[in-house]
């Protein structure tokens, strides 16, 4: 019984090297062909979206897509077949994207649009960071992701004052607009503040009134205000959280004798603050 588990045991190895590996040259080789088959299978979805292009290769395109389809549903089971931990596999964020890059086609029987949400394969395309070796620069989006999560609560309240704002402005606009200038309800109001407070402004509903004029100018300008928060909010946690990495390096034990500061750094001749000569431990 061992022996016979031994050949498919060998077989699943070989395929997890090539499939879920990038060192070897076989597993390169694939990544490459994966994710160039990914993009052309995302180009084939947005010319099928031209109307102009569906309407004389509708059906060349549409075969391509069931093709790469087969492909890619094959290879999700060749990687549920190899890898040792499937369930890990099945709800990692590869795992999920690789299972929703095909479900789409299938969907689209049903529900024919959904066929373009096969556009989310480009995600797929992220594997490129292992082929090409990127991972370094995973630490400076570690660094950013926990600077965002850091600030979590303050841009929570930050959102939630500018949500109360546009609210109120757009309560104030249909009082002072109302349906004859465009603004026929509260909700189509607290839009045209969205739209303006963010410096968008499309111009499908403008005030036609001298105050509703000036309310605008005044949203308008705390749109420019706004936008700075955000930056000040983000960017202190950013500080903080590269602070905080880069204490690692420094000793709280550390004093100068003549101005008796610490967190020096461990390799520190002179104090950063005086420039009197630090003493070796």
């Not at 087969?70 to 089971?77: G, N, P, R």
């Not at 420019?224 to 909010?233: L, S």
Request: aromatic share 12%.
């Amino acid at each position: 019984m061992t022996k016979d588990l031994e050949p498919a045991a060998g077989v699943k190895k070989k395929i997890y090297d090539v499939i879920f590996g990038y060192e070897s040259k076989a597993g390169k080789i694939f990544d490459i062909g994966l994710i160039c088959m990914i993009l052309i299978s995302i180009s084939a979805v947005l010319l099928d979206s031209v109307s102009s292009i569906n309407i004389r290769f509708g059906n060349q395109l549409t075969r391509l897509e069931w093709f790469f389809t087969v492909v890619f549903t094959i290879e999700y089971a060749m990687r549920l077949f190899s890898t040792p931990n499937r369930r890990a596999y099945m709800l990692s964020f590869y795992g999920i994207i690789d299972l929703f890059s095909i479900l789409p086609t299938y969907i689209a029987f049903l529900f024919p649009a959904a066929a373009y949400m096969v556009v989310i394969r480009i995600l797929r395309v992220l594997r490129i960071f292992r082929i090409l070796k990127l991972l370094r620069y995973m630490g400076e989006a570690n660094l950013l992701f926990s600077a965002l999560l850091n600030a979590r609560r303050k841009i929570f309240i930050f959102l939630f004052s500018v949500m109360t704002l546009v609210v109120i402005f757009g309560a104030v606009m249909f009082v002072l607009e109302g349906p004859e200038h465009g603004f026929d309800n509260i909700p189509k109001s607290i839009y045209w503040a969205i739209v303006t407070i963010t410096t968008v402004g499309y111009g499908d509903i403008s005030p036609q009134t001298p105050l509703g004029q000036m309310v605008a100018s005044v949203v308008m300008i705390c749109g420019y205000a706004i936008i700075a928060v955000p930056t000040g909010i983000i960017g202190v946690e950013l500080m903080q959280e590269v602070q905080r990495r880069g204490r690692g390096t420094l000793s709280v034990e550390r004093e100068c004798a003549r101005c008796k500061t610490s967190n020096h750094d461990m390799d520190a001749n002179y104090c950063k603050y005086c420039g009197n000569p630090m003493q070796r431990s």
